[in-house]
């Protein structure tokens, strides 16, 4: 793109605010509200709507590609179709062309206008600048598009919800801890979040990026704490450095119980989360005593499952679990393949 371009920003109604200032979908909502930031092929908050009868999902995602996508899932999970209003791509869920970050002025409602650099590589998108002295920086470093897009603080997010949030899906990778702590002292509005962290063990993909340990003691300082047991790195070294280096953990409010299940759900350490290891499951399923088991026997997308007795799993929620040998060690020493490899 040549350095003589020049963005065209179109100013254009996204939806309709209440008299209080708040979304007037939202104020009508008996059940929990969500809130996605950010977007993915793998976890998204869609099944939520059909797991509670009465919720509300929120999505801000700048780029736009997300509503074909969520709309076609929405209908394979037969989440009730009708007329779609203004902004909405379902009955009950709203897409906003947003971008949530740490802006000048965080309670600004105007919010800022920002580039976005966005790669081939979707992990890689947002507004930090790649370490290319890393392995998985260098593959984010080689921007195709830089793209002007509306930011708001996550405090004016809330502010336009003016309700008690249920959940935050934190999924832009770059900076989630900073979008976090744009909530300012509305971030007590809400009840759980998850975001993703880099593992102490590896390398930074984003200049100036925290990692786990950092992270953990920075919001358990604002009163948050991770909902399930949280590994900032493995037992053992790990083989090679992946996209699995970045795990996601759920946190609660001091004050709050452990999420239920279908929240829990996103919590997931990856290799991280490997407190025994074998060679083969035959062996790890005679010895492990009832042991959650990791495996690459099935995949549901880019999902990994997991076993207990035969019978498979779609996630581990929060547990730790037992991991093949491979993961960690050359892959002619064990039979077992690793689904993290």
């Known amino acids: 793109m040549s350095v003589n371009h020049k963005p065209l920003i179109v100013p254009s109604q996204v939806s309709w605010l ?13 059940g929990p509200v969500f809130i996605q930031i950010g977007r993915s092929k793998i976890d998204n908050l869609d099944p939520l709507l059909v797991q509670y009868k009465y919720s509300f999902l929120i999505t801000f995602d700048p780029v736009f590609s997300a509503a074909p996508t969520y709309a076609r899932r929405l209908q394979l999970l037969r989440a009730p179709e009708t007329f ?119 390398t930074s993909w984003f200049v100036h990026e925290k990692k786990c340990s950092e992270v953990v003691t920075e919001l358990s300082s604002k009163g948050f704490v991770a909902a399930a047991a949280i590994s900032c790195r493995p037992r053992w070294p790990r083989v090679k450095e992946n996209a699995y280096c970045r795990i996601r953990a759920v946190f609660r409010r001091k004050d709050l119980e452990r999420p239920p299940p279908e929240l829990i759900q996103y919590h997931r350490m ?10 083969a499951i035959k062996d790890a399923e005679s010895t492990a005593n009832n042991q959650l088991i990791a495996t690459s026997a099935f995949r549901v997308g880019q999902q990994i499952r997991f076993r207990r007795k035969r019978t498979y799993f779609n996630n581990s929620m929060g547990e730790d679990y037992a991991c093949p040998r491979r993961c960690f060690l050359s892959a002619s020493l064990a039979s077992a393949p690793c689904p993290w490899l």
């Open 84 to 202: 779609h209003p203004l902004g909405k791509i379902s009955t009950r869920s709203l897409l906003l062309p947003f971008a949530i970050r740490n802006t000048l002025n965080r309670s600004d409602v105007n919010g800022e206008v920002a580039p976005m650099s966005l790669t081939t590589i979707q992990a890689c998108a947002g507004f930090r600048k790649a370490d290319a002295s890393s392995l998985m920086g260098a593959m984010c470093q080689h921007v195709r598009e830089y793209r002007m897009v509306h930011s708001v603080s996550l405090e004016v997010a809330l502010n336009l919800i003016g309700r008690q949030v249920r959940y935050v899906h934190l999924d832009t990778r770059t900076s989630d801890l900073d979008i976090v702590f744009s909530a300012g002292t509305r971030l007590s509005e809400v009840d759980y979040f998850s975001l993703q962290l880099l593992s102490d063990d590896c």
């Open 18 to 30: 209440s008299e209080r200032g708040v979304l007037e979908e939202v104020e009508s909502v008996s």
């Open 270 to 279: 990856h290799l991280n989360g490997c407190s025994k290891i074998f060679s």
